[in-house]
């Protein structure tokens, strides 16, 4: 106890500067410049910033807690950020007190909504001086964190805020000790792209405006906030599956995307790979009341919701929040009946093709999709060949395709899409027995609101008549994972719909516009095989093996 007084002492000196200069060289002195200069060295890592981060409760939790994908939520100056910067500066700088990621030679992936916020906060928390405040302790004269007072633990001590005028902005949570080079996305506005550390870690720093990383195997990744591109969440999973790296996701629920409310709900309902975690301003004891009372009366009722009480606002904003799979919409697979009408829809695409098939019953109960397929990088022919895959001995009434697209002609094509999908289709042996406008199909409605509204009456319950408490629409469980993430995730932005991914959603919107209907089929052939459901059997068992 008596050596930790005199090194406080010592320490407390230098900080003074009460420790004397002496210009004689000699033994001594040169001893005395070496203590000195040792001394001081001691005094700047005694004062780093991660020797004195405290959490929060919740905060603590999630810090120690090592699911795969931890969710940190809440409201607005909670310290969301900061969680998440003293997680990466604990695992860049060799220095996690629970072990989670490796010592040295880690890979990190920090993402944030676009260049500026990669520069403030998330660089400017890392490597700037201030992410929290420091005080001189006055028994040891050694800095430490602000106490939290005991009688109430939102609030600081009585005693530092007395002392408000000997705050100190704590050093880097990164030291520039542990920085070897950086390479820098734009300079001059302080964007990074790599920074490599001696501990060998590399921290790679991505706007979600751009197209994720690949190749990059990730021991950790940092989402912050809103998330533009909806495909960085997917890839880096994959890039985190090789050295068993974790992922944290830090956002205020009033910037959510539809990715993050889901992860949010899979923590909620008990998912072992996702927990979640909620940050409150009211409880952070670092914002004085005041400041915490000016943004309670600052925001509006319905601002408070998200900003105040960190409660999801994007439910409000989903397009099609009551769909619901396995439940009211949902149905199991069963062989559809021969004496039913099957329609086709397509939104064409070189990249993704979606399709939908749908069923109507003779008494036009329910509207069934019961089957479908993405056709990544195909093209008519092989579009083709899948639809006449599905056909078996029953034509297809009529088929639809998206209205725009189907319009367009390729490069150096002389016929448009619907034309060459059209072709492709009759050379398949695929021919509908109705035929539309569009070279053979019925053109698909541009107008966005009018087929949501279709669609959303379709997901009703109907309050009346023979079929009252059931929905138009019914879907085979487990058949396309892709069309319920797809409605699930389509929401509105600024008062318009959120430009995602979303093929096989509009085939369905293109369909309930359509508004099929029941029509007496016609075999295609005198054979009594019908192919078609042993066919979709294997495809599903195909599926569930991968």
């Known amino acids: 106890m008596q050596e930790r007084h005199d090194l406080a002492a010592l320490l407390g000196a230098m900080r003074d500067r009460d420790v004397p200069f002496n210009p004689v060289v000699d033994s001594d002195s040169i001893a005395r410049a070496e203590a000195n200069r040792l001394a001081r ?158 501990t060998g870690w590399e921290l790679f720093f991505r ?111 989903l397009v099609y929040r009551m769909y619901s799979p396995m439940g009211v919409h949902g149905c199991e697979p069963f062989q559809i009946p021969s004496d039913w009408t099957r329609y086709v829809v397509v939104d064409p695409g070189r990249q993704h093709c979606g399709t939908l098939f749908a069923a109507v019953d003779p008494d036009e109960k329910h509207v069934w999709i019961h089957d479908g397929f993405d056709l990544r990088n195909g093209d008519a022919q092989g579009w083709a060949a899948a639809v006449a895959e599905r056909q078996g001995r029953i034509r297809f009434e009529a088929m639809i395709i998206d209205g725009s697209m189907g319009t367009q002609h390729g490069s150096g094509q002389d016929r448009c899409v619907a034309e060459l999908y059209w072709e492709a289709l009759i050379a398949a042996g695929v021919k509908p027995r109705l035929q539309g406008g569009l070279s053979g199909f019925f053109a698909g409605t541009r107008d966005v609101a009018a087929r949501e509204e279709t669609l959303l009456n379709w997901l009703g319950i109907r309050g009346s008549g023979i079929f009252s408490g059931t929905s138009k629409l019914k879907v085979f469980r487990g058949l396309l994972p892709e069309l319920d993430s797809q409605i699930h995730m389509a929401y509105y932005k600024g008062g318009k719909r959120a430009k995602i991914r979303e093929d096989l959603l509009v085939c369905l919107e293109y369909l309930s516009h359509f508004n099929p209907y029941y029509q007496e089929t016609e075999a295609t052939t005198n054979s009594d095989v019908d192919p078609v459901w042993e066919a979709f059997q294997r495809r599903k068992a195909k599926r569930g093996n991968r």
């Open 41 to 198: 060295q001691m005094l700047l890592r005694q004062r780093e910033a991660l020797n004195h981060y405290q959490a929060m409760p919740s905060g603590q939790e999630a810090h120690e807690c090592r699911a795969p994908w931890r969710i940190v939520d809440g409201s607005n100056r909670s310290g969301k950020t900061l969680w998440g910067a003293i997680e990466v500066a604990r695992a860049a700088t060799g220095r996690d007190p629970y072990n989670k990621y490796p010592a040295r030679n880690g890979r990190a992936l920090i993402v944030g909504k676009d260049g500026d916020h990669l520069a403030n906060p998330l660089y400017r928390k890392l490597f700037d001086p201030g992410a929290f405040t420091l005080i001189p302790d006055l028994e040891t004269r050694l800095w430490r964190n602000l106490r939290v007072s005991a009688e109430d633990p939102t609030t600081l001590d009585p005693q530092d805020l007395e002392r408000k005028a000997e705050w100190r902005p704590a050093p880097p949570l990164i030291p520039s000790r542990f920085i070897t080079d950086i390479a820098w996305d734009d300079r001059k506005r302080r964007v990074p792209r790599i920074i490599r550390l001696t």
């Open 207 to 317: 706007s979600s405006m751009g197209d994720p990383p690949q190749g990059i195997m990730l021991d950790l990744a940092w989402l912050d906030e809103e998330v533009e591109n909806f495909n960085f969440y997917p890839e880096i999973c994959a890039r985190l599956v090789d050295r068993n790296g974790v992922g944290f996701w830090t956002a205020t629920p009033q910037a959510a995307t539809p990715q993050l409310w889901k992860l949010r709900q899979r923590a909620d309902e008990g998912d072992p790979l996702v927990r979640g975690f909620t940050l409150l301003v009211k409880d952070n004891p670092y914002l004085p009341p005041d400041a915490k009372q000016q943004l309670y009366d600052s925001l509006s009722e319905e601002e408070r919701e998200a900003r105040w009480y960190g409660r999801y606002a994007l439910k409000g904003g």
